[in-house]
């Protein structure tokens, strides 16, 4: 699943928990398991620069999507940060094992993680689908959780 898909299931999870950061979290990193075991887009076949295309773009377009959730959520904001860092963490494998050569978990879960993968390259429409109903959900609970403040502002 790509990592833009991943921060917008986790800002969904910490709209839903604005005030627990510790239970958005653990549902960020639930969502992330539940994705990742959703047929998925992903290329086995191909090569690490090729891999690192794709991520250079998709990390970019995640950081961005970030910063507009970020600059459109009502505070408090805690539990939505907690959301995406929960919904990212298992991926940061990939960018840690690229730039310093380790993988900062486990190795049972880094096994676990790449057993639960359901990719095939054929399913990049899957992908695209699934982050466009993530995004409307999103702006739909940024703008539900707008309102709210609003309306808590004025009683």
């Known amino acids: 699943m790509f990592v833009t898909n991943h921060v917008l299931a986790g800002a969904l999870v910490g709209l839903c928990l604005p005030r627990n950061p510790a239970q958005a979290f653990a549902g960020g990193v639930v969502s992330h398991v539940i994705m990742d075991l959703t047929p998925h887009c992903g290329d086995a076949t191909l090569t690490a620069e090729e891999f690192f295309e794709i991520a250079k773009r998709d990390g970019l377009l995640g950081l961005g999507v970030l910063a507009v959730v970020m600059a459109a ?17 298992l991926d940061l494998d990939k960018p840690c094992r690229q730039f310093f050569g380790v993988d900062p978990f486990p190795r049972w879960l880094s096994r676990f ?15 695209v689908a699934a982050g466009s109903v993530l995004a409307i959900a999103a702006a739909g609970g940024l703008i539900g959780r707008s309102w709210m403040a609003r309306k808590a502002m004025v009683t």
């Open 73 to 89: 959520t009502p505070a408090p904001r805690r539990g939505v940060v907690a959301g995406v860092a929960g919904a990212v963490l």
């Open 113 to 127: 993680h790449h057993w639960i993968q359901s990719e095939a390259p054929h399913r990049l429409p899957h992908e």
